[in-house]
Each structure stands twice: as structure tokens, then as C-alpha cells.
């Protein structure tokens, strides 16, 4: 019965991978703070799951970006779309203040804005509304404008969200340097096709508040577990090791400060470690929509580690000693040198729904993209099991290769895998032509986990399973050329 049920898992695997397609697209530089998740692409009007990802990557052409979908079907196919380029919008002038909502209220979170700083101090909200197909488009439109506003002074420092409760995401809050200690968290509330200023008093002002000392670390969420997306974290840099997660409550029509003390005050790490590394999501799967708050930093050289911060409805729980299984990934496969890991995927993270109930909709997994050598993105997959909660992590690339074959000769040139079945240790056998393009080995099991990998390639390599569980795994040999997957035993 247990050999049925593996060769049925290996099935539903390798008919998801042929599914995919081929893709070359990688994220670099020109992408961080333009990435965001959302509901992009429906399968009907009832799905709600946020498992699509939109990328816009500046060209080297001047005033041009091409826009990017990474969208995945209930069947958990994924595929990358990339646009025709944009022409005549630079986003230079956008700076990465981008957030995504319901700005249409269709009911669907599958819109972006664009906040455009169009002179010295004027700005305005480009829209960017998806039309919902399985590879969407979107149609743009410039839907408010104001004069007498410098968006440089809140770029780092805008979220979206449902601020004032009508049940929509089409919210943004921003927190406004004036410089001096002063700080004021304007709103702009969306009336389904253009936005009301809150002026310049905002819902939230402060004279002893230093804006910048929360910048790439501020997040909308439902942290006080009254239903709604409309309340906001902050990690705020005291120095020397000090950092607090400030708290807003939102009563609808202003913001209710949870005193300096914070909901969490920490000392394991410095604020400016997780800059831009910071996401609101459902980690703990209580049932608490966008809660909890996970960021992510480096232990040491060549390791990152995530830490989540648990909402209570009043306060976050957090153990600086406890962490979650998988939480810590060794990124020892970044050649070097590697002065800071985790600063691959700044701007960069965002959360992802995985599971494949269209009625889901509370997102607890985490997508990061990271500028590499081949296309990939890291990919945390959480669980709770019996009260316990664990990460699953894996690498899997953006498109898996079409090139699947059961047989252990794979592909024009011929790579095997022997002895197979195997108890411990299994030998890949890659041809002489092919092994100098091989980039990488890994091994995963059917659950699409890493269990194993190398970048030290030989025409014989051996892989040592002793202490995996019995079952069938999948070994991926990553060239310049392709990947071929070779499926092995251990008994």
C-alpha cells in the first residue's frame, strides 16, 4: 500500500512539473521594493486566494519598466508572464512606493498604485487595475493627485489596508517626515475611483518621533483581531540592540498610538538588520487573517534566519531563543563573498497562500525572490501541527524544466543515478559533455522540501541519504542549459 501511495505523490508531481513552462527571468537589483502579492489572476469569482506575484523590473532604457506576473493555478502550477515594456513612466520617480489593494472594490485584491512624485513637492496614484485572466493584463489610469506634497517624505513608510472599515483594501497610510522629530501618519481613503486626503493634521501626529528610525520596517495588519486589515506595525530603531514594534489601532477615522513602549520590545538584533525584510501574514494559522509579523536577518555569514512575532490580539509573542523548524536556512550555496545573505531578498518578500481552497484567503506561507545565478525563489511553507508550528522550506525554481522522464538515462546527455533503489548513499553519473555546464544538485521529496544540496559537481557525485526517511525523492541536476530531474528510492 505505502509503494501505491508513492507512486501516486511521484504522478501528481511530475504531471504539476511538465504543466510548467520554461522561463529565464531573474530578479536583480532593478526589481527590489517592486514586488507584491496578490489575487491577480481569479479562476472564478469566488477565488480569493493570494498566490500571484507582481514584479516590475526597470529596463536600461530610460522611462520603461516591463511588468512581471508570477501566478499560480488551484492545481499549484506556476507560470511567469513577462509584459511588453511600459513605455514613457519611469520609475525613478516612484522611489518603491508601491502597494497593492482592492482600489476598483471588485472584491478582489488584484490592484497596484504607483505613488509618482511628478515635481518638487506634487504627486499623484497610478492605478493599475488586472483584468482577472490567468495571465492578466493590467490597464492604468492616474486616479488622484495633490500639490504641496513630497512623496520622498514617505517612501520607505507607506501601507495599504482597510483603514476606515467600509471592507475594502483600497486604504493607503503614510507616515510623514517633517523633519525634527515630527511625525504625522496621513491617510488616503478610496471611494472605489479616487482617494480623500485626510490633510495634512492626519489621523496620527507626533513631535517626538523621529520617522526615519522606522523606514523599510512598517506594515499593515489585523493585529488587534477586530476583523479588519487596518492597523499598523512599526520596528523602531533605538539603537544599540534596542528595538521596539510600535502599534496603531485604527478606530475607522483616526489612529490610536499604543504607547512608545510598544506591543514587543526585543534586543536580539538591531532594527537596521531586517530593513526591507519585514511581512504581515497569517504565520500561526489561527485563524487570525494578516496578525503576526516575520522578518527576516543573518546569524552569521553565510546563514539567515527568520523570527516571527505572534499577535494575541494585545501584544506580540516573541521567544529570541525558540524558533520554528526550517526557520534557519543555510545559505552556504551563495558564492562568495557574502557580507550579508539575507540582504538578497530585500524587497523582495512577500506573503503567499498555498494552499488550493479558493475560500482561503489567509495567507501563511512566504515567497522570497533572490538575485542569483539561475532563477529561483526560497519558499517557506508553514504548518501547526498538534499546537506545534513548523516552516517548511524549499528552492524551487520560478519554471520547472519540461525535460521529466522516469528512466534513469535523462535527456541527449545521458546522466543516471545507481545503485537504485539505494540504503544510503547513491552515485550521479553525469556525461563528460554536460558536467563542466552543471551548476548544482538537489535532492527533494515529494512535498517539494530541499533535503540536500551541492555545488561541488563531478562526473561522479555522491549523494548521502542515511539519514532521510525511506521513500522516492527527486534529484535535480541544475546546468546552464536545463535541469533534468532523476527520480531515486531509498529503502
Known amino acids: 500500500m505505502k509503494k501505491i501511495i508513492q507512486i501516486l505523490g511521484l504522478t501528481l508531481l511530475v504531471n504539476q512539473m511538465i504543466l510548467a513552462q520554461d522561463c529565464l527571468f531573474n530578479p536583480t537589483d532593478n526589481v527590489n521594493g517592486y514586488v507584491v502579492s496578490g489575487n491577480f489572476s481569479q479562476k472564478n469569482s469566488n477565488d480569493k486566494i493570494i498566490n500571484d506575484v507582481v514584479m516590475l523590473k526597470s529596463n536600461n532604457i530610460n522611462g520603461t519598466f516591463s511588468l512581471n506576473t508570477f501566478s499560480s493555478d488551484l492545481n499549484g502550477n506556476k507560470t511567469l508572464n513577462v509584459s511588453n515594456p511600459i513605455i514613457n513612466y519611469n520609475l525613478a520617480n516612484v522611489k518603491g512606493r508601491m502597494v497593492r489593494g482592492d482600489f476598483d472594490n471588485d472584491g478582489h485584491i488584484d490592484d497596484f498604485i504607483l505613488i509618482y512624485k511628478t515635481g518638487v513637492s506634487s504627486m499623484r496614484f497610478d ?19 495633490l500639490s504641496g506634497y513630497d512623496p520622498d517624505k514617505i517612501t520607505g513608510r507607506v501601507v495599504s489596508g482597510d483603514f476606515d472599515n467600509d471592507g475594502y483594501w483600497d486604504d493607503i497610510a503614510a507616515f510623514y517626515d517633517y523633519g525634527n522629530g515630527e511625525t504625522r501618519i496621513h491617510t488616503f481613503r478610496s471611494t472605489g475611483s479616487t482617494f480623500v486626503y485626510s490633510s495634512s493634521v492626519g489621523w496620527w501626529k507626533s513631535n517626538g518621533y523621529t520617522a526615519t528610525r522606522v523606514t523599510g ?41 499604543q504607547s512608545s513602549m510598544g506591543w514587543c520590545v526585543i534586543s536580539d538584533f538591531d532594527a537596521s538588520t531586517i530593513t526591507n525584510r519585514v511581512v504581515s501574514l497569517n504565520i500561526d494559522r489561527d485563524g487570525n487573517n494578516y496578525d503576526d509579523i516575520v522578518v527576516f536577518t543573518n546569524k552569521i555569514e553565510g546563514m539567515s534566519i527568520m523570527k516571527a512575532f ?4 494585545s501584544s506580540f509573542d516573541y521567544n529570541p531563543t525558540s524558533r520554528w523548524a526550517g526557520s534557519e536556512i543555510q545559505l552556504s550555496t551563495i558564492p562568495s563573498p557574502v557580507p550579508d545573505n539575507a540582504n538578497f531578498m530585500n524587497g523582495k518578500i512577500v506573503e503567499y497562500d498555498s494552499r488550493k481552497k479558493p475560500f482561503q484567503g489567509k495567507p501563511s506561507d ?17 504548518r501547526n501541527i498538534l499546537g506545534g508550528n513548523f516552516i517548511y522550506y524549499s528552492e524551487p525554481y520560478y519554471c520547472e524544466s519540461k525535460n521529466i522522464n522516469d528512466d534513469t538515462v535523462v535527456g ?5 543515478a545507481y545503485p537504485n533503489p539505494t540504503k544510503s548513499v547513491i552515485t550521479i553519473n553525469i556525461d563528460e559533455s554536460l558536467v563542466e555546464d552543471v551548476v548544482e544538485i538537489q535532492v527533494e521529496n515529494l512535498l517539494g522540501e530541499s533535503v540536500f544540496s551541492t555545488r561541488k559537481i563531478s562526473q561522479k557525485t555522491n549523494l548521502d541519504l542515511s539519514r532521510e526517511k525511506l521513500g522516492v525523492y527527486l534529484v535535480k541536476i541544475i546546468s546552464t542549459r536545463d535541469t533534468r530531474v532523476l527520480k531515486i528510492i531509498k529503502e
Do not use: C
Open 217 to 257: 520596517r512598517v506594515v499593515s495588519g489585523d493585529f488587534d483581531h477586530d476583523g479588519h486589515v487596518d492597523d499598523i506595525a512599526a520596528f523602531y530603531d533605538y539603537g544599540n540592540g534596542e528595538t521596539r514594534v510600535h502599534v496603531w489601532l485604527s478606530g475607522g477615522t483616526n489612529f490610536n498610538y
Open 412 to 416: 541527449e546527455a545521458p546522466i543516471s
Open 366 to 382: 512566504i515567497i522570497g525572490f533572490h538575485k542569483f545565478v539561475t532563477p529561483r525563489y526560497r519558499f517557506w511553507k508553514s
Open 310 to 313: 505572534e499577535s494575541n490580539g
Open 127 to 145: 492605478l493599475f487595475m488586472s483584468n482577472g485572466a490567468s495571465q492578466p493584463t493590467f490597464i492604468q489610469s492616474s486616479v488622484y493627485s
